[in-house]
């Protein structure tokens, strides 16, 4: 195909919002929200197309600030060249899908500006992507106003495209952008397995660019752990989040699912082709489950430290309220200088599962012989009753929290830790502030996580007892 030569004019009659999939797209309410409708005023001449599955409630909602006249329902594209041809811009503000970036490179190729989101452009470098990245109305209204300042921007942009991508080819050495299957990974459990499981996906996400998504709908099912929700401490990743996907019953509940389970855990099967991944044991090696990345459904608890280690740093980044409830009571200082102490009970009491050890008394005196003398400790516990009953000792206090959440912002502010073996207390130490120089004492455990591989990644001071 010949390559058109780049025609660049601030006319702009037809603006085309361009595979607005349900789930896989930003919420319309918010990419208009605060929208100045001045704007428009300014740009009433402008033609507005909606493509996609989702196109719709995106009509529904630019109609609130949009003359009617001025948008248009585009059901399906049959000759994207062709339809192409007749737009003057491309918006994109989506946050997953292979289709997206098929869309994205061949509208730079056949000489379109395009706007979108950051998961749009990932794959370009940052330089060449920036100035076209958007996250609301307002700012593509800005961009639109004043579309002559970047297009210098626009002809790097459009040449790197061109040296790496070839339309008639439909293909492109820009690896990045050729991902075939979005996988989904199911969420599940108590906080700490949810980390792990997050921090998993958005591993997937980061260094291989998958197109990743939570399923909410199995944990929304099975109402654990007092529906204990990651996004209430984590700002939520650029990921798009289910919670009803109609093949999971099928898999995972009821008698089928149950079926299904045993017969994968009696002959110790792992996955099945590019379908599944089933990490059911929590002992998978971290290198085979990368190299089952792909599969399609990935439910597993997934603790690797190697995932938690690559997006650490995004995590205290996005750390809601962190320490906002504890100040508010006065209670920030009570931490600070004293050993957390975790102590799970729950779940683990009725579990048949080895890896859920319930820490007793003896041990925990044990391990507070390994600090000294005049240290105060502090317990956390799922429990706090009994732990006030059956833990005692003058230098032994108890958390002041109400909520799982703010025991875990507050567990994370301890100087440093004794831990069991939940993934909890786990998270709250490696997410404590300058956690290499804390101490953590555990027991002799089998979980990978706690494992003394583990340890030495992390790279705290650690002690077995």
């Known amino acids: 195909m010949k390559v058109e030569p780049c025609i660049f004019s601030h006319v702009i009659k037809k603006v085309a919002f361009l595979n607005l999939q349900e789930h896989y797209c930003y919420d319309p309410k918010h990419f208009f929200k605060d929208f100045n409708v001045i704007l428009t005023k300014e740009l009433n001449d402008i033609q507005f197309y909606f493509h996609g599955s989702g196109r719709m409630h995106w009509i529904n909602t630019a109609l609130n600030f949009l003359n009617s006249s001025n948008c248009f329902n585009v059901d399906y594209i049959e000759d994207f060249i062709t339809f192409n041809k007749n737009i003057d811009i491309v918006v994109m ?29 990932s794959g370009i470098p940052s330089k060449l992507a920036d100035n076209f990245i958007i ?11 004043y579309l002559n300042d970047i297009k210098k921007n626009y002809l790097e942009l459009r040449n790197y495209v061109l040296e790496h991508h070839d339309i008639s080819m439909f293909k492109s050495d820009l690896k990045r952008f050729w991902v075939s299957v979005m996988s989904k990974i199911i969420i599940d459990g108590g906080l700490g397995n949810q980390l792990f499981q997050l921090a998993w996906a958005i591993y997937l996400k980061r260094k291989y660019n998958i197109d990743t998504k939570i399923e909410l709908s199995f944990l929304k099912k099975k109402k654990q752990h007092n ?86 740093n995004y995590l205290l980044e996005n750390i809601l309220n962190r320490n906002e409830v504890l100040h508010k009571r006065n209670n920030f200082d009570f931490y600070l200088k004293k050993i957390g102490i975790h102590v799970r009970r ?18 925990i005196k044990k391990a507070m012989c390994e600090y000294p003398t005049d240290a105060h400790f502090v317990i956390f516990s799922d429990d706090i009753e009994w732990a006030k009953e059956n833990i005692k000792d003058n230098n032994i206090h108890y958390s002041l929290e109400k909520t799982v959440y703010d025991d875990f912002y507050a567990l994370s502010n301890c100087s440093s830790y004794i831990l069991s073996g939940s993934t909890f207390g786990w998270w709250a130490a490696f997410l404590s502030d300058n956690f290499c120089n804390k101490k953590v004492v555990l027991p002799e455990h089998n979980a990978q996580f706690m494992s003394k591989e583990s340890n030495e990644k992390i790279g705290w001071f650690y002690q077995y007892v």
């Open 227 to 312: 529906y204990v929700d990651y996004r209430k401490i984590i700002r939520e990743e650029n990921l798009p989040i289910s919670e009803y996907e109609k093949n999971l019953p099928l898999l995972f509940d009821g008698y089928q699912g149950k079926v299904f389970r045993t017969f994968m855990r009696s002959f110790n099967i792992t996955s099945f082709r590019d379908y599944l991944l089933y990490d059911y044991n929590a002992d998978m090696n971290f290198s085979i489950a990368e190299s089952l990345k792909k599969c399609e459904y990935q439910i597993g608890y997934f603790q690797f430290v190697d995932s938690a280690l690559f997006i650490r």
């Open 346 to 363: 729950g779940d683990f009491l009725k579990s048949s599962n080895k890896k859920h050890t319930i820490i007793d008394f003896q041990f």
């Open 135 to 145: 996250s609301s109305a307002n700012e593509l209204m800005n961009k639109l106003q």
């Open 93 to 121: 503000p989506l946050s997953a899908g292979a289709g997206v970036k098929n869309i994205l490179l061949n509208s730079i190729y056949l000489n379109k500006i395009v706007f979108g989101s950051e998961e749009a452009f």
